[in-house]
């Protein structure tokens, strides 16, 4: 309501954000809730489970992280419906939540989302948050499927062909997708800020 | 709800605040790898002040010369042992937000019950510690009420212990405490928790390292990128100048956004005491007057 003469022209943000902070060590009796990470019953029509592991500097799994995901369903609607922390069973809300176990090793039983525009990309929203991470980082991971809709997207096609692949699943066997997280080092995962860099929070 | 607390996700979460990161690698068969874990334990709080005076006083000068306030905290920030190999070395990559971006899951009164928000009925008895209650309202970074969305919170017991199998800290557990509490924010982005003021508690940074007094906020806007978990600290708390998780944020302005502030008003006579924090998330990228992502939702014509 009030500084409407904000001077920084090109952020329309009036109050400055509240800080992130470091999620601890200790979330393990807070945030897990019963089937968090089960956006559908796993074995039902159409799932597919998403699956990988997160990795430190050195290579070693962090066995004390938490992802969140959030994406459409296979139609490519964002989906509006609660119920994310009282699974029914048969509501899809688009919203799932898994820490890592020891091996560092997180899973979604999911389904694969579809494009929310005709012809874009389909990915998942990703949010990750470890003991030791200062703030929580967003990601994405892209189906590998349509090469032509992966060519085309704004955020993929402003990357270097390495850091590009970070963001895109692997397809198994099974129907199921791969795709490990990397805070740092050979093959550091692309993190992204949404705010523009004049909202600091970039590494420094 | 406490008697809800799945024991078993709990007891699986290998969770430590020891900084030695190679320590759960014996179970993991992955091959032994060259860097040393720090041994935190030698190292003392003075070394440890010193270097976060050092970057204090390098931020203040770039200050000087013109550079931006940082608002965040900085995701490298070498005082906190434990970031040292968990922060990413390229910059964050610009990205505008996309349709599933601009939209954030829905939570409601299905999902979360009034009285998860109570953190001091959740078993047979009364918790044992200053019974506290915590209010404020969650805006977004335009001033607006975030309305209807989710805010978790948790937090240690009164002697500064977690309930969690790995917090080795001597200090009892409080049977009648959990220290976890969830709720859904009001129309005006209003929330409101009753608990317990937590106790500070020892981590194996540095030497003789304790955290000030803290509750962990988990917070949802209206859309995902929006989403942020931080941590609240109680006014005039003397271990601000010695913690690495505080200190990481840089700018004295941006870190005195996380102090609760004391409210008389809200402190209820012969009953607990009052503290006031609003909470501000970034600002809204969806154009709100037409929901034009919706049109063509669902068309999978590629």
């Not at chain 2, 955290?211 to 806007?221: C, D, K, N």
Request: charged share 20%; proline share 8%; net charge negative.
């Amino acid at each position: 309501m009030n500084r409407q003469t904000n001077s920084r022209m090109s952020n329309p943000t009036k109050l400055t954000p509240t800080p992130g902070q470091t999620v601890g060590p200790f979330y393990g009796y807070a945030l897990p809730y019963e089937k968090d990470r089960e956006l559908l019953a796993p074995g039902s029509p159409g799932s597919i489970r998403l699956q990988g592991t997160v990795y430190d500097g050195a290579g070693h799994p962090i066995p004390d992280a938490i992802l969140e995901i959030w994406q459409p369903d296979s139609e490519g609607n964002v989906v509006h419906r609660t119920g994310s922390l009282v699974r029914d069973g048969y509501t899809f809300t688009g919203f799932g939540r898994s820490a890592v176990g020891k091996t560092g090793v997180y899973t979604f039983t999911t389904v694969n989302p579809g494009p929310t525009e005709p012809g874009a990309a389909a990915f998942i929203s990703v949010a990750v948050f470890a003991r030791g991470l200062m703030n929580r980082l967003f990601t994405r991971v892209y189906l590998p499927e349509n090469e032509e809709a992966l060519a085309a997207d704004p955020l993929l096609s402003s990357l270097d062909a390495e850091r590009r692949g970070t963001l895109i699943a692997r397809r198994d066997a099974d129907g199921g997708l791969t795709w490990d997280i990397r805070l740092q080092g050979e093959g550091e995962t692309v993190f992204l800020d949404f705010e523009g860099a004049a909202a600091g929070g970039a590494a420094q | 709800m406490p008697e809800d607390v799945n024991l078993e996700i709990f007891n699986a979460d290998p969770i430590t605040e020891d900084v030695s990161d190679a320590a759960p690698q014996a179970e993991t068969g992955a091959a032994p790898k060259k860097y040393a874990p720090l041994d935190a334990a030698a190292e003392s709080q003075a070394h440890l002040s010193a270097e976060m005076k050092s970057i204090g006083e390098a931020y203040a000068k770039a200050l000087k010369d013109g550079a931006p306030a940082e608002t965040q905290p900085r995701l490298d920030y070498a005082p906190y042992r434990s970031s040292v190999l968990r922060h990413p070395t390229k910059d964050l990559h610009h990205a505008d937000p996309e349709t599933i971006e601009l939209y954030s899951p829905a939570f409601g009164h299905m999902d979360v019950h009034a009285l998860e928000s109570d953190l001091t009925i959740q078993h047979n008895g009364e918790p044992v510690g200053e019974r506290i209650l915590v209010s404020g309202r969650v805006l977004d970074g335009d001033g607006r009420p975030v309305a209807g969305q989710l805010v978790e919170i948790w937090q240690a017991n009164s002697a500064g212990r977690y309930i969690h199998k790995r917090d080795q800290h001597p200090a009892p557990l409080d049977p009648n405490f959990t220290g976890v509490g969830r709720c859904i924010t009001g129309a005006d982005g209003s929330y409101s928790f009753t608990t317990i003021k937590p106790g500070a508690y020892p981590w194996k940074n540095h030497l003789n390292a304790w955290r000030p007094a803290h509750i962990h906020f988990s917070l949802f806007g209206q859309e995902f990128t929006q989403r942020i978990v931080t941590q609240m600290y109680f006014p005039g708390d003397q271990l601000f100048p010695l913690d690495p998780i505080y200190q990481s944020i840089v700018d004295q302005d941006a870190r005195d956004r996380l102090v609760a502030t004391y409210d008389h008003d809200l402190t209820k006579p012969e009953w607990a005491i009052g503290y006031r924090w609003d909470i501000v998330l970034t600002g809204s990228k969806r154009t709100w007057t037409e929901n034009e992502a919706f049109g063509t939702a669902g068309d999978e014509s590629e």
